[in-house]
C-alpha cells in the first residue's frame, strides 16, 4: 500500500497549490500529526499550524509550512484546505521574524479594553504571530 497512489489536492483561499499523485502525506491534525496512504479511511479534521509532508510517486517530496485548515480524505483522495501553505524551501526567514515582531507589538501594546475592534485585532495579531512562530520554526529545519 505503501507506493499506490491517490490523488491529492494542496488549495488556499488563493489558489490551486498542488494537484498530483503522491503515495503518502503528512499532516499537523489537532490531535498530532496524521500519515495518510493510499485507501484511508475517511476522515474529516482541522489542522494546526505545522509542517505538511508530501511524496509522489517518483519518490520526490515536497515540504510546506501550513498555517492551520483542514484534511478530507475519502475515496482514495485527500484535499487539503490551508489557511496559508508555503514551501519550506521559499520561506523568507527575515520576512517572518519582522512579521513576528510586529504581531508580539500588538499583542503587548498597552492595556486590554472592552472595544470589540480591539479583540478583533487581538485574534488577528495572535493568529499572525502563530503563522510567523511556525514559519520561522519549519526555516530552521
Known amino acids: 500500500m505503501a507506493d499506490t497512489p491517490f490523488t491529492f489536492r494542496l488549495v488556499t483561499p488563493q489558489r490551486l497549490i498542488l494537484e498530483a499523485p503522491i503515495v503518502s502525506l503528512q499532516a499537523p ?13 475517511p476522515l474529516i479534521t482541522p489542522l494546526r499550524p505545522g509542517h505538511l509532508d508530501v511524496r509522489d510517486v517518483a519518490g ?3 515540504s510546506y509550512a501550513v498555517s492551520g485548515g ?4 475519502s475515496s482514495n483522495r485527500a484535499t487539503v484546505l490551508a489557511d496559508t501553505a508555503e514551501l519550506v524551501d521559499e520561506i523568507d526567514r527575515a520576512r517572518a521574524e519582522a512579521s513576528l515582531k510586529r ?3 500588538r499583542l503587548h501594546d498597552g492595556p486590554r479594553d472592552a472595544d470589540a475592534s480591539r479583540n478583533v485585532d487581538r485574534d488577528r ?8 512562530k511556525n514559519r520561522i520554526a519549519i526555516s530552521k529545519g
Open 70 to 73: 483542514f484534511l478530507e480524505v
Open 60 to 62: 520526490r517530496s515536497w
Open 103 to 105: 504581531a508580539d507589538a
Open 125 to 132: 495579531a495572535k493568529r499572525s504571530q502563530e503563522r510567523a
Open 29 to 41: 491534525g489537532s490531535e498530532g500529526y496524521l500519515g495518510i496512504l493510499a485507501h484511508h479511511a
